[in-house]
């Protein structure tokens, strides 16, 4: 069994689904401290060639709150608003049809969870991507939020049966592979690659949500950059 562990984003990048490409188990860490200004409920597309954020509106959020306890604002104000710059963005992009209908069906769904709205948009992208990868929450109750950081890693590893743990490059300095190996855990990462790929015949800009990606690209040719990650101890 191989794991990871991530906070929900909203339409994240590519690297986020090169992760969920390469492992069995995908946990959603939706029971943490919310951070604001982050990516839990935005990211960024290609607009008039350059980086902007599409953003659900939240409200009452703070960093005092669970991000499973954040809600956004009224579908109705903001849904019809973040549907038409997605249009003006990427209209004549070669899969906007499909795509579109992706992020509008994400979107309109009826929870005002922030924490379930933005594991959606992780989930059905990966059923767009035809990924097999199972997914959990852990507000589904591991029973174990007294624990932090490392430790409770390592227990919902050994909850899960894992006998590898998968993390992207910023967790080589959050873990340890002495302290998971004592654990009899394998610890490994996915060095992320961000291919570049036509947008519109303008500069390239890497690192935009995995919407850009799709937009621009045929899901067999996704399928390509989710391959190309090199796993290292």
């Known amino acids: ?41 935005r990211n960024r597309i290609l607009l008039a060639s350059a980086p902007h954020y599409l953003t659900v509106p939240l409200a009452g959020a703070s960093s005092s709150r669970r991000i499973d306890e954040v809600r956004t604002q009224p579908r109705e104000r903001w849904l019809g608003k973040l549907l038409e710059q997605l249009r003006h963005a990427y209209g004549r992009a070669p899969q906007y049809v499909p795509v579109s209908r992706l992020v509008e069906q ?31 929450t852990t507000s589904t109750g591991y029973g174990n939020e007294a624990l932090r950081s490392e430790a409770r890693v390592i227990d919902i590893c050994a909850r899960e049966h894992a006998g590898t743990y998968v993390n992207l490059p910023g967790g080589r300095a959050l873990y340890d592979a002495g302290t998971f190996a004592a654990a009899s855990i394998d610890l490994e990462f996915v060095d992320t690659a961000l291919p570049a790929y036509p947008q519109f015949g303008a500069p390239f800009v890497p690192g935009l949500s995995i919407i850009d990606v799709l937009m621009f690209n045929h899901v067999e040719s996704v399928h390509a950059m989710l391959s190309r990650e090199a796993i290292t101890a």
């Open 106 to 136: 994400v979107l309109s769904d009826s929870t005002d969870s922030i924490a379930r709205l933005a594991a959606k948009s992780v989930i059905d992208t990966c059923a767009y991507l035809g990924l097999e990868t199972t997914f959990v």
């Open 1 to 41: 069994m191989r794991l990871a562990i991530m906070q929900p984003y909203l339409f994240p990048y590519l690297g986020y689904f090169q992760l969920a490409a390469s492992v069995d188990r995908f946990v959603v860490y939706d029971d943490v401290t919310f951070i604001k200004n982050g990516w839990i409920n």
